[in-house]
């Protein structure tokens, strides 16, 4: 999943300054299982901006809705009516459901509610750690299903490098050295002599830096 | 009045499916948890027109049911019946009557359990309702088969009168059969005839002596005799024989009046004994000697009196119809009691001769035929009959549940419908915990019923038990584990986060591989962590869902009328309060307007922020003490969601002292000092916090 982190309230606090009817927008899919913008969020935001624009003498109405998918243009557009009333949206959505809503809505301020922070697995409830980096080129055949893109710091095809240190990654000691988890597991499957096979320089335009990524399906567009 | 709906045994407490008049016990029992003691009462009384009745004699078959009982043991669910329905806001509930009588007129034959479910029932359904008792004394056997130790006279008094004072008409002495048929009731301008004459003739012992010798009783006269104030025979030691409830009833009084030895002669084992277990154990414990496997073969006399009772030991064979095993004599064992009297206890049967010229009876003659359990219906048109009349001796509840029966039937015949048998309940077999949910969960154990020492109890016939103390109730009532109110997924609303799946405490709720979440409503017991922490609030608990909690918010703050700072207080009801608690907070502090919840666990930070959107100064939160919480492993669950809380507000500008979190008191709801500190705080903001 992506996972998403609620922006600092003194943040959203000061880009919701001064909209006299704004809509906190939950999305209920990645963002919700954040814990950063799904439903229950929502009714938390919603009630402390309430609050702010109480305490600071600010005059205005803060509705509440979610949607299934911020990134759906179908469940975007089911906001149109309720949207209709409103000068602003917070939207709790990733970056991709923030811009839907911009896209579709061209005459509304579209405001982010959450930082967009990686694609993810969830270690147990309330931890999330990195674990893809949507390069479009996937390797992991080859480094034993654990990816260097991901998640070694200096995105090495060839590691470890010399800032391996017991397993941990000289950027930090909570960090493992995704190589050494590489060749331990190669270890493990028996399969060391992979290793002996070079990476050539990797190609990144499918990793976005050839520019903006499209993806189009022929067999299922309409 | 009864539900005529039909029961879908997935929607309902086991402890209500037990019940022959499917009390709605898991109501009550929450109310009482809630101290809303006088709601308890009406819920009960609404079904059960003799609730202090039940609350000492029923034999309870919800707790048998009861889901706690595969923990450790039920909730004792007899003694918090007894204990909603003795308090003082007894007084405050009033049946309505409707506005308009029927005109009909409906005769109960018969003033015990039944025929006054039955009239209760009937005078609600607007008909004139009389009841014909064959004995000076209403309340059948309730009043001259219960003794006064287990059932206070001046108890059964206040219900019955409760009952005729719905504007029932009473005519006492009047035995129908002999004096006035049944078809003279009809000529009389009755259109329909409840019989409920109950079981009180004894069966014989058919042993040599029985009919020589003075001394030899039925237990239905001994005890008749013992509840009207009589003592039928002086005695030193006597014998009772049979192991039913009212052979114990029989021994416990002869104790009480003065018996130095009370052997009870039982045929089987005690595992086989009818009588109820708790009715065995106060009798052993008052002194009653039992001799197990053992039956009479004659009753010696000297002087034409009792002196002594010739038995032999038995031995258990094989299964008899009953599924009892039965007992085999072993010769050569034979032995003799030195009595002076013997009780024959050994069943009851209907007196239906003096109506069996006008309905039909069973083989044995003893019985009224019915067309079927729930009808009523008897072989003569408008003539409906139940309760030990047509089942033989059974229990009071099951009397009431024919009452409430007859009501609704001759209330459909009466209308000119037709009589709906209600589809009973299905044999509901019962569900099993799995062990994980036993283990897992906190176990409490089972207040104890308050009893007379046994020397006190034998000086008279006071009543033994005593009502559980308003402390001891709510206890009692918080060991209840909400069957079927706990989590109900919304599937639209759900995105198969597995939050649930990882916060469960119980470890209840599963997943498919497509995500799909179950909850069993039978194992969840509503600890709402769920609930709270779901992301896309598709969970929610109907023991106090969030959209009541949130309107108790509301409704708390409308009702401030103080000028001062107004705190907000969420109370644990798993604390140790009272009432009295809770009104002397109001007193003392206007300021604090409480809502009561099952647990902390419940409280979510927009719930806190929702307080103070609506204009609380400060939000209290008193977590019930640790040795109280069913879930104390959702405890650091709840304080790091109340740190979140305080930042929150702390970003907000507000002082995060405004928001304190405190532990409950041994005693009481929460601890004045700490009152007083939240109030100093909100007026002067700034100050270090105490905790």
């Known amino acids: 999943m992506i996972t998403l982190e609620q922006k600092k309230f003194e943040e959203i606090e000061k880009m919701t300054k001064g909209y006299s009817r704004l809509l906190v927008l939950g999305c209920e899919t990645c963002s919700a299982m954040s814990f950063a913008g799904g439903q229950r969020q929502v009714e938390e935001l919603a009630s402390a901006i309430r609050m702010a624009q109480k305490t600071s003498g600010q005059e205005g109405e803060v509705l509440e809705d979610a949607i299934a998918r911020q990134c759906e243009p179908e469940f975007v557009d089911l906001i149109r009516d309720k949207l209709a009333g409103c000068d602003a949206v917070l939207s709790l959505a990733c970056g991709a459901g923030v811009q839907l809503l911009s896209e579709r809505f061209p005459d509304k301020v579209i405001l982010p509610g959450c930082n967009t922070t990686f694609l993810g697995v969830t270690e147990e409830l309330g931890v999330w750690s990195e674990r893809c980096a949507g390069c479009g080129n996937c390797i992991l055949d080859k480094t034993a299903g654990l990816c260097p893109i991901a998640r070694c710091s200096k995105q090495l095809l060839n590691g470890p490098c010399g800032g391996s240190m017991n397993g941990k990654c000289e950027i930090s000691k909570d960090v493992d050295c995704v190589w050494q988890l590489i060749i331990d597991r190669l270890a493990r499957l028996n399969r060391l002599e992979m290793l002996e096979e070079i990476f050539p320089v990797k190609d990144w335009s499918p990793a976005g830096h050839g520019g903006p990524r499209k993806m189009v399906r022929e067999d299922l567009k309409s | ?691």
């Not at chain 2, 029932?168 to 129908?176: A, L, S």
């Not at chain 2, 002596?209 to 025979?233: C, H, W």
């Not at chain 2, 507000?649 to 002082?655: C, M, R, S, Y």
């Not at chain 2, 995060?656 to 929460?670: A, S, Y």
Request: proline share 7%.
């Open chain 2, 1 to 691: 009045m009864s539900d005529t709906s039909p029961i879908n045994p997935m929607a309902h407490p086991p402890c209500k499916l037990a019940c022959p008049i499917l009390t709605d016990v898991r109501e009550y029992v929450q109310l009482i948890a809630e101290r809303r003691f006088d709601e308890a009462f009406a819920t009960i009384r609404r079904q059960n027109p003799l609730p202090r009745v039940c609350g000492r004699i029923c034999t309870h078959p919800c707790e048998t049911a009861c889901k706690r009982g595969q923990i450790e043991e039920p909730i004792a669910i007899a003694a918090l019946k007894r204990f909603a329905s003795d308090g003082p806001w007894k007084n405050q509930y009033k049946p309505v009557l409707p506005d308009k009588p029927s005109g009909h007129k409906v005769a109960v034959i018969g003033s015990g359990p039944a025929g006054l479910a039955a009239a209760h029932d009937l005078a609600l359904l607007g008909h004139h309702v009389t009841i014909f008792e064959a004995l000076p004394v209403l309340g059948g056997m309730l009043r001259v088969g219960v003794p006064e130790y287990r059932l206070p006279k001046n108890v059964l008094d206040e219900e019955i009168q409760a009952i005729v004072d719905l504007g029932i008409e009473i005519k006492t002495g009047v035995r129908i059969g002999a004096q006035i048929k049944l078809s003279d009731l009809f000529e009389q301008g009755y259109k329909a005839v409840f019989v409920a004459i109950g079981a009180h003739k004894d069966r014989k012992l058919g042993i040599a002596g029985e009919d020589q010798f003075e001394g030899v009783i039925s237990a239905v006269s001994f005890l008749r005799a013992v509840n009207q104030g009589q003592n039928p025979k002086e005695t030193k030691k006597a014998a009772v024989i049979g192991g039913g409830n009212t052979a114990i009833d029989s021994a416990r009084c002869l104790l009480r009046m003065g018996a130095e030895s009370v052997h009870i002669v039982y045929r089987r084992s005690r595992d086989e004994m009818p009588a109820a277990q708790e009715e065995i154990e106060e009798a052993i414990h008052e002194g009653v000697q039992i001799a197990y496997l053992t039956s009479p073969l004659k009753i010696l006399g000297e002087d034409g009196k009792v002196s002594a009772l010739k038995c032999i030991k038995n031995e258990l064979g094989e299964p008899d119809a009953s599924g009892r095993r039965s007992p085999k004599p072993v010769p050569g064992t034979e032995f003799t009691l030195d009595v002076d009297m013997v009780i024959a206890a050994i069943g009851q049967a209907p007196d239906s001769s003096l109506v069996a010229d006008e309905l039909g009876l069973t083989e044995r003659r003893e019985r009224i035929i019915v067309e079927g359990p729930y009808t009523l219906v008897t072989t003569r048109p408008g003539v409906f009959a139940g309760g030990d009349a047509v089942t033989g001796p059974a229990t009071v509840v099951e009397a009431i549940s024919a009452g409430k029966r007859a009501a609704l039937s001759i209330d459909h015949y009466l209308k000119g419908e037709s009589i709906p048998a209600i589809e009973p309940a299905k044999d509901v077999e019962k569900v099993s915990l799995a062990r994980s949910v036993v283990e897992k969960t906190r176990k409490f154990p089972r207040c104890k019923k308050i009893s007379l020492p046994a020397d006190q109890r034998l000086r008279g016939f006071k009543e033994v038990e005593s009502v559980f103390s308003e402390d001891l109730a709510t206890k009692e009532a918080l060991r209840c584990l909400h069957c079927y109110l706990g989590a109900r997924i919304d599937a639209e609303k759900c995105v198969s986060c597995l939050t649930c799946v990882r916060v469960c405490p119980l470890g209840i709720p599963t997943t498919s591989k497509m995500g799909e979440i179950t909850i069993d409503p039978f194992a969840c017991q509503a600890c709402g962590v769920c609930a709270l922490e779901c992301p896309v609030r598709a969970i929610d608990i109907s023991l106090d869902p969030r959209t009541e909690i949130a309107q108790d918010i509301k409704k708390a703050m409308s009702t401030s009328q103080h000028s001062g700072p107004v705190i907000v207080g969420f109370f644990d009801l798993h604390g140790n309060f009272d009432s009295s608690d809770v009104e002397n907070l109001r007193q003392d502090y206007p300021h604090v307007l409480p809502v009561m919840v099952f647990g902390l666990r419940r409280i979510d930070t927009s719930d806190i922020l929702k307080a103070f959107e609506c204009g609380a100064d400060g939000v209290l939160l008193a977590r019930c003490p640790p040795e109280s919480d069913p879930f104390p492993e959702a405890t650091d669950r709840v304080k790091r969601r109340m740190a979140h809380a305080r930042a929150l507000v702390e970003a907000l500008g507000l002082d995060g002292g405004r928001l304190e979190i405190c532990d409950m008191p041994e005693q009481g709801l929460v601890q004045k000092e700490l009152i007083d500190g939240l109030i100093q705080r909100i007026k002067e903001p700034g100050q270090v916090r105490s905790e």
